[in-house]
């Protein structure tokens, strides 16, 4: 089954790269074929949504390949950040029926709670089918060794749960294709 995971922020020095490789690294050790989608490589200087780009061809192909996606994406002023939204708007209907999970980022304690609560709000707008099971990245600074390895437990079970409940939607999903076909 392939999820890949979108990451949401160019920003220089981000930190929301460290939890992006974490649920790649969880997402392969649960059987999944995944890989980061950097939204550094599909920017545009302005919306385009006439998906003749290159950005918009590779993003399309990955898109109507997977059968989930996994939004990490860190809180900027309690939105999502401005080329996440331009990187989403290059496409559409594909998206369509889509289970995605999202894993929120921040310095402060809520782990992207409000940013959260917005992009599942535009998730529904582009038919995808967001999943109630999200990750909270907080106090991102303090998270990760210097070797990039998470230093809380917990955060294991967390994504083995979160990945459990966003594969069972993509399973039941394709279910639901098979017998519209
Ligand atoms: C423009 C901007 C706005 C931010 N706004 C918030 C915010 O609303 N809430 C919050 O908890 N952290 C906020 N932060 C701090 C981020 O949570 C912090 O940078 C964290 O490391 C995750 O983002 P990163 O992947 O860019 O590093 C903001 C950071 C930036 C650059």
Do not use: W
Request: charged share 30%; net charge negative.
């Amino acid at each position: 089954m392939y999820i890949p995971i979108i990451l949401g922020t160019a920003r220089e020095g981000r930190e929301s790269e460290k939890v992006a490789r974490f649920m790649l690294e969880k997402a392969i050790e649960f059987g999944l074929e995944s890989e980061i989608i950097d939204v550094r490589n599909f920017r545009h200087e302005a919306t385009d949504n006439t998906k003749t780009s290159d950005q918009a061809r590779r993003f399309k192909e990955k898109v109507l390949k997977a059968e989930g996606l996994i939004i990490v994406s860190p809180e900027y002023n309690h939105g999502y950040p401005g080329e996440l939204k331009m990187m989403l708007d290059m496409l559409y209907e594909e998206y369509s029926g889509k289970p995605v999970g999202i894993c929120g980022v921040s310095s402060g304690v809520f782990g992207g709670a409000r940013m959260i609560e917005q992009l599942v709000q535009i998730c529904v707008f582009l038919h995808m089918v967001p999943i109630g099971e999200v990750v909270n990245f907080s106090r991102v600074q303090d998270l990760f060794d210097e070797n990039g390895a998470i230093k809380k437990e917990s955060y294991h079970d967390r994504a083995r749960k979160f990945l459990g409940v966003l594969t069972g939607y993509a399973e039941t999903l394709s279910c639901g294709k098979d017998a519209k076909s």
